[in-house]
Every structure is written in structure tokens, then in C-alpha cells.
């Protein structure tokens, strides 16, 4: 039976589906719908405006012209380095004169995608969040170059993930406006590297004592592994711990392929020449305060701090240590002549000039530096005594008075306003008719007052403030004794005088002033002004040859081609001695600060002239000298030693006198008599 297909009943066809949409899109919908995204935009926007100034970012305009604070150097007329001055001990160097290992060093130490990432790298901060996380502390910050030059620049020190933020916004603005070797100049001259020194210029001179382009792979690595921890791994304090991260670096500068694996195992097993630390000759220490005072007065105690300026002075180190040894070992001397003295040890100062040129080649302010700053040279006014007097004669001379010329050693005594004042020679004695140049060379005080009351004092004070003597001076005839206070270097000065010709030219500390982007400030060179004629200058000159060889100054001899004058005061209170040769002078003082005694005979020639020959002793090794030029118009003519009478024959009694030919009126005046 055959199944037969049936037909299946016809379904109601499917009405079509409805395409009527379900919402209607009107103006009025659209209108909302921009409204609320604008709405939400603007609240976005305002939040993220109201957190970023609420986290009170700095702006980087001050980054783009970078000037930070730099060291003030001081150098010697040898350009060795004698002082500092600053607020941050940091030299500016210039990346393009940096060795390129050393760039290398540190981007492999502290960064080593800085020349790939934005400023910020993420990568490194996921890390150090992860570290610090699971650590449980922030001890790893994860910061990239450019974020420690923000922070180091812009941002406080402090550990805080609101302050990681601005950093990191910081460091990417920075890294969009400026180049990757502009962010890495500002890093190498602004990085803390320890024991003081901020910078890689500084870094270089504190541990090693060169200049960056004279670093050798060893030692750069060990000032790359410093911004971490510059105490923890300081080569002077943690000598290993250093030699333990300088592996580090190398290892990681061989890693990046900066420097091959031999070269780093043989940097490492180099061994590290550190500079000792200070390193500044403490010899120099009143030179160069006396340099940072004019600098202060000048420029400003700021621009001294942080103005980086480089200053050439003319301090000679050897000689500036010659005296600072011979001024300790003359007071120690005086302790040995003393040895139950209750007033404890004397002061002592000592000041070296140039004739020709004015430069102060040494300077020494006092025995101890760490002990008194007070600078005895330069600061102190004493009395001078009989070291004043060869200004009176050189004004004499210059008035054309001759060495031969008598005044009469007796006493005398003046009278003003009921005051008597009946001045007398050290020795006591009087001497009858004297020469002017007997009275000179025993240093006699009645012939001094004498010729100053004749010449005139007003003369006499014209000429020695021509001669550099800038304090006041008494305008009485007690002038002629050395009474009124003045400096060792302005005596000392004043006798250059008689040792360069007559000329004048006032003391020089600095040469040359440079500051940190090459412009020179000051420069200086001799300015030389004739004071006095050429005769009255080496009349003076012969007269005081004859002081140190047979006069007051005979603790003195030995010196070749010198001359020089002691001086002492009342009581012993001061004792000087000053003396030169063609090339250099040298004043010496010794006494109490207090104003006491410095014991019986303790004179300028006992004193102070013992210093004076054991310092020339040393710096005519350096300064060697001939004999004073003799001016054309001097002749000599011999004559009697104590009556000062012309000769026609040289005798034992007579000497060869230094007359000034332009005096020929008064030489055949005084030949007649």
C-alpha cells in the first residue's frame, strides 16, 4: 500500500514586520545629548584643572636658562688653586668638553633608556611601585634623569607620591622643551655627588683633584655611582662599598655596550689615587681672605658665593709658605728668650712685594690663622718708630738736602698748650754736630725731629701719602718718631719707593678677574707714578745700605744688595724692621695685640729683623737681585765719616758719599765751609 504524501494545510502568511523605530532622534534630543557630553567633558577637564593646581607645579621657564649657584675660584700667580667661595661648591663645566665616558656613566648607572623614553619612564616606575608594594616601604623611586633634574631644581626633596607626580609631569615638559644633552648638561653640573661638591666639575677636584676631561675610566665610574647614595659610597669615608658600586656601573656601562667587558675589569682592578681632603694650602688663608673682603666690598657677598668667578691673584706659594714658617719659628724664638713670660706669645705679621710691579707676593696676617683671623698686615695700625724716619729723609734729599749736611744731636724741648714734650735718643746720649747720614743709619731721634721741623711737616705728609701711606698722620713734629698708626703694608709699600727709582705703584693682590661665562671683570697692571727724583730715592737707598751694615739693622746682614730700617716704640710695644733689594721688600712686625711689652731689648733689629733675613734668605733663591741701578746724575765723592767734611783723599776716616748732582749749589756750599 503506497503511502500517499499529504498535503499540509495552508498557513496564514506572515504579516511584514513593523520598521516603525522604537525612539525618534529629534533636534531637541541631539541638543541634550551635546549638552551633557559637553557637561561631562567640562567637569573632566575642570577636576583634572583643579588636581594639577592644586599639586601648585612649577613652571620651567627658569630650566631653560639655567644658572645655578657656582664656586668663587682663587688661584696663585702660579694658577694653582689656593681658595674657594660659595653656597654650593659647584664648577660649571660644559657637556661638549666633557669626556663622552663620562655622559655614558651616569645615563648607564641611573638611566638607561634616557635617550627613549619621554622624560618619564614607565616601565621603571611599574617596577619600583611593584618593589616598594611588596617591600612595604618607597625605597625605590624609580626616577628617570630628567625627573631628578625636576626635583632637584623645581621640587622638595621629600618622599611622597604627590610630589612623584609632579615630577613626573615636570619631567616630561621638560623633556619636550629641551634636547637630550641640554637636560644632560644641566644633570652633570647640578647632581649632589657628596662631600660638598654639586656637579661633576666639583666631584672631579674634591675626589681626585682634576679637571673632568682628565678623569680616567676608573674614577668616572666611581663618581657615576654617587647620586644613589653620595655618603654610603663616598671613596673617603666607604672606600670598599664605593669599589662595590664602581662595579656596578662598569658592569652596566659594558652592558649597554658603552665599554667592552676588559676594558671594565681593568678599570676595576685600577687602583684610585684619591686628593687629600681640604687640599687647599692653609699657608694662603689672610692672602685669601684679604682677596674675599675686596671681592665682597666690590662685587657683592653674592656674586662672591655663587657668581663662579675665577680669580688670578698674585700670591706667590712658595714664598707665601717661606713666610708663614719664618714668622712661627721667630715667635717661637722670642718664647725661647722668654721662657717665664706671663703674657703669652706675641703676634707677628709679614708682607713681600714686587718693587716693579706692586704684586704682594706673600702675605701673613698672624702665627695662626685657625686661631685669629684678625689680619695684622692690613688691618692693625701700630706705630711704626724709627721705620717711619727714612720718609723724612727721602723728603730732605728731595728738597735738596745733603747726606753730609750737619744738624746738632743736643737736647731740646717743645712747649704746646702747657704741654712739654722733651724728646731724647733711644740710647740716651746726645751727639753734638751729626750728618744726616749718621743719623739715619744709628736710627738718632733728635736729628729726625730737627730736619722734619726744617723741611716742613706738611712736606713731609704730602710725600708719604704720595708714597701710599693712606692713614692719617699726625701733622706735628712727633711725626718724625713714627707716631702715628699705619699698616705693614702701607709701610711696606711706601719703601718701594726708594727701591724702584722713586716710583710709586700701589700694592696689587688680584691680576685678573674672570667670571663664569668668560668675560673679564678687572684686570689689573703696575701704575707707576714718580714720587720723588731718581736721587732722592738712592740717596735714601745708600744710607739705609749702611743701616743694616753698620747701624741698627746688623741682625739683618747677609742679604745681598739690601737695605732696610728697624723701628720700635715706647716700652718695646712694636718692633719692626723693613727692608728691600731691587727686586723685592719685605716689612716684618712683632708685638702684643694687647698693647703690652715685648720684653727688654726686644727691638725691631732683635725682633723683627731675624724674621726679615731668614725670609729673604729663602725668596732671593727664587727673586735673585743685583745691585740698586745708580741714577746718572749721582757722583761720588769721598768724605769724613763723623764731620761729614769733603776729602781729597780716600782714608780710613772717610767714605764715598752719593751726592745728587742737580745739588751743586749746595754741595760747593758745604765744600767751602
Known amino acids: 500500500m503506497l503511502f500517499q504524501k499529504k498535503s499540509l494545510p495552508k498557513s496564514k502568511p506572515l504579516k511584514a514586520r513593523d520598521n516603525k523605530p522604537l525612539w525618534r532622534w529629534s533636534h531637541i534630543h541631539l541638543i541634550f545629548f551635546f549638552l551633557s557630553v559637553c557637561s561631562l567633558l567640562t567637569l573632566l577637564i575642570s577636576i583634572i584643572l583643579y588636581a594639577l593646581i592644586s599639586l601648585n607645579i612649577p613652571s620651567i621657564k627658569s630650566i631653560a636658562s639655567y644658572q645655578p649657584p657656582a664656586t668663587t675660584l682663587i688661584y696663585?700667580?702660579?694658577?694653582?688653586?689656593?681658595?674657594?667661595?660659595y653656597s654650593e661648591n659647584r664648577q660649571l663645566v660644559d657637556l661638549k668638553q666633557v669626556p663622552k665616558l663620562v655622559a655614558k656613566a651616569f645615563v648607564a648607572a641611573e638611566d638607561a633608556r634616557f635617550f627613549e623614553h619621554p622624560g618619564v619612564d614607565g616601565w621603571s616606575i611599574l617596577r619600583a611601585l611593584i618593589r616598594n608594594i611588596t617591600s612595604g616601604s618607597r625605597g625605590q623611586g624609580g626616577s628617570t634623569i630628567t625627573q631628578q633634574v625636576a626635583r632637584s631644581l623645581l621640587l622638595s626633596p621629600e618622599k611622597t607620591y604627590i610630589r612623584k607626580v609632579k615630577e613626573a609631569i615636570l619631567a616630561y615638559r621638560i623633556d619636550k622643551k629641551l634636547s637630550k644633552n641640554e637636560i644632560l648638561h644641566i644633570y652633570m653640573n647640578q647632581i649632589y655627588l657628596g662631600e660638598g661638591a654639586y656637579g661633576i666639575g666639583a666631584a672631579a677636584k674634591t675626589y681626585f683633584g682634576k679637571d673632568v676631561n682628565q678623569l680616567d675610566l676608573a674614577e668616572i665610574a666611581v663618581l657615576a655611582g654617587l647620586p644613589q647614595a653620595p655618603s654610603r659610597y663616598s671613596p673617603f669615608k666607604h672606600y670598599n662599598k664605593a669599589k662595590r658600586r664602581q662595579a656596578y656601573v662598569l658592569n652596566r656601562m659594558a652592558e649597554d655596550g658603552y665599554i667592552s667587558p676588559t676594558a671594565a675589569r681593568r678599570a676595576y682592578k685600577e687602583a684610585l689615587l684619591l686628593a687629600p681632603q681640604g687640599g687647599l694650602p692653609e699657608e694662603a688663608s689672610y692672602?685669601?681672605?684679604?682677596?674675599?673682603n675686596y671681592l665682597?666690598?666690590?662685587?657683592?657677598?653674592?656674586?662672591?658665593?655663587?657668581?663662579?668667578?675665577?680669580?688670578?691673584?698674585?700670591?706667590?706659594?712658595?714664598?707665601?709658605?717661606?713666610?708663614?714658617?719664618?714668622?712661627?719659628?721667630g715667635v717661637t724664638l722670642w718664647g725661647a728668650r722668654h721662657p717665664d713670660n706671663k703674657t703669652g706669645s706675641p703676634e707677628a705679621s709679614l708682607v713681600c712685594i714686587d718693587v716693579q710691579t706692586g704684586h704682594v707676593l706673600a702675605l701673613v696676617g698672624g702665627v695662626n690663622f685657625a686661631n685669629s683671623q684678625f689680619d695684622r698686615a692690613t688691618q692693625a695700625k701700630r706705630q711704626p718708630g724709627s721705620a717711619f724716619k727714612p720718609l723724612v729723609y727721602a723728603t730732605a734729599f728731595n728738597k735738596g738736602f745733603l747726606p753730609n749736611s750737619i744738624i746738632i744731636d743736643e737736647p731740646i724741648t717743645?712747649?704746646?698748650?702747657?704741654?712739654?714734650?722733651?724728646?731724647?735718643?733711644?740710647?740716651?746720649?746726645?751727639y753734638g754736630p751729626t750728618t744726616l747720614r749718621n743719623a739715619l743709619v744709628h736710627s738718632r731721634n733728635i736729628p729726625a725731629i730737627k730736619l722734619l721741623r726744617e723741611i716742613g711737616v706738611s712736606e713731609t705728609v704730602t710725600m708719604a701719602k704720595a708714597m701710599g701711606i693712606d692713614s692719617p698722620l699726625k701733622p706735628n713734629l712727633s711725626l718724625a718718631l713714627g707716631s702715628s698708626e699705619l699698616s705693614l703694608l702701607e709701610l711696606t709699600s711706601a719703601y718701594t719707593v726708594f727701591a724702584n727709582n722713586g716710583r710709586y705703584s700701589p700694592p696689587l693682590f688680584i691680576k685678573k678677574i674672570i667670571d663664569r661665562n668668560g668675560t673679564v671683570l678687572e684686570e689689573n697692571t703696575a701704575h707707576h707714578t714718580q714720587v720723588m727724583t731718581e736721587e732722592s730715592a738712592f740717596q735714601t737707598t745708600y744710607l739705609l745700605k749702611s743701616a743694616i751694615e753698620e747701624?741698627?739693622?746688623?741682625?739683618?746682614?747677609?742679604?745681598?744688595?739690601?737695605?732696610?730700617?728697624?723701628?720700635?716704640?715706647?716700652?718695646n710695644m712694636d718692633a719692626w724692621f723693613?727692608?728691600?733689594?731691587?727686586?723685592?721688600a719685605t716689612g716684618v712686625w712683632v708685638g702684643h695685640d694687647q698693647h703690652i711689652s715685648l720684653g727688654p731689648n726686644e727691638t725691631g733689629g732683635r725682633a723683627a729683623a731675624p724674621i726679615w733675613r731668614k725670609f729673604m734668605a729663602?725668596?732671593?733663591?727664587?727673586?735673585?737681585?743685583?745691585d740698586f741701578k745708580i741714577p746718572n746724575s749721582i757722583t761720588f765723592i769721598p768724605i769724613n765719616k763723623e764731620s761729614g767734611d769733603f776729602e781729597y783723599l780716600n782714608t780710613d776716616d772717610s767714605l764715598w758719599e752719593a751726592f745728587a748732582k742737580g745739588n751743586m749749589k749746595r754741595w760747593s756750599e758745604r765744600s767751602q765751609e
Do not use: C, M
Open 296 to 329: 665682597t666690598t666690590k662685587y657683592g657677598y653674592k656674586k662672591l658665593q655663587q657668581g663662579g668667578l675665577k680669580i688670578f691673584t698674585t700670591v706667590d706659594l712658595q714664598l707665601q709658605r717661606a713666610a708663614t714658617s719664618q714668622v712661627r719659628q
Open 76 to 85: 696663585s700667580n702660579a694658577d694653582i688653586l689656593i681658595g674657594r667661595s
Open 414 to 430: 717743645f712747649t704746646t698748650n702747657n704741654q712739654t714734650w722733651e724728646p731724647r735718643n733711644f740710647s740716651g746720649s746726645f
Open 618 to 626: 729663602e725668596a732671593i733663591k727664587t727673586y735673585q737681585s743685583h
Open 578 to 584: 723693613i727692608g728691600y733689594n731691587p727686586s723685592i
Open 287 to 292: 692672602f685669601v681672605q684679604y682677596v674675599k
Open 551 to 571: 747701624g741698627t739693622g746688623k741682625n739683618a746682614r747677609g742679604i745681598p744688595f739690601s737695605a732696610g730700617k728697624t723701628g720700635t716704640t715706647d716700652r
